[in-house]
C-alpha cells in the first residue's frame, strides 16, 4: 500500500469520527469512542509507522525555532504525514474531551459545535472558544 494511501485511509477517516462527534454526540457508538482514546490510539500507529519511515525524522532539532523552520523545509513526505497524524490524534482526543466535558456539565450541544470545528481546523483557537463558552456556561449557572 503506497504511503499516499495510508495518509488518505487517515485522513478521511478522522471526519466519520469527527462527524459522530458533531451529529451523533449520545450515540452508543459515540459515547464508546469518547470514553477511551481508541481513535487516537489508531493514529498513533500510523504516526509511528509514517515517524519511522521517514529519514532524518530524529536528528530535528526542537530546541529552537531555526531548528523547527529547517525541518519543515528539509521534511519529506512521510515526515509531513507524521506531523499532520500527530495533528489530527491530539485534535480529536481535545474534541473527545470538550464532548464529554460539555455534557457532564449540563451544556447544550448546541453551544459546543463551534468549538469543536474551530479544535478541528484550528487546534488551540477551539480549546480557546470552549474556555470562553465555559466561562458563560458558569457565570449563567451562579445567576
Not at 462527534?21 to 459515540?30: A, D, I, N, W
Not at 491530539?90 to 459546543?112: A, E, T
Not at 487546534?123 to 480557546?128: C, K, M, Q, R
Request: aromatic fraction near 18%.
Amino acid at each position: 500500500m503506497a504511503y499516499e494511501t495510508i495518509f488518505n485511509i487517515y485522513n478521511i477517516g478522522i471526519l466519520i469520527f469527527w462527524s459522530l462527534l458533531l451529529f451523533f454526540p449520545k450515540s452508543k457508538t459515540t459515547q464508546k469512542i469518547t470514553n477511551y482514546p481508541w481513535i487516537p490510539l489508531v493514529i498513533a500507529f500510523g504516526y509511528i509507522f509514517f515517524l519511522s519511515t521517514s529519514e532524518g525524522a530524529f536528528s530535528a532539532d526542537f530546541s529552537s525555532l531555526s531548528g523547527l523552520t529547517e525541518m519543515f523545509q528539509n521534511a519529506n513526505p512521510r515526515g509531513v504525514a507524521a506531523g499532520w497524524l500527530h495533528y489530527l490524534a491530539f485534535d480529536f482526543w481535545v474534541g473527545c474531551w470538550m464532548l464529554k466535558d460539555s455534557q457532564k456539565k449540563g451544556i447544550r450541544h448546541i453551544f459546543i459545535i463551534l468549538p469543536m470545528l474551530f479544535t478541528f481546523m484550528l487546534g488551540p483557537t477551539g480549546v480557546l472558544i470552549y474556555t470562553l463558552i465555559l466561562l458563560f456556561h458558569n457565570k449563567l449557572i451562579q445567576n
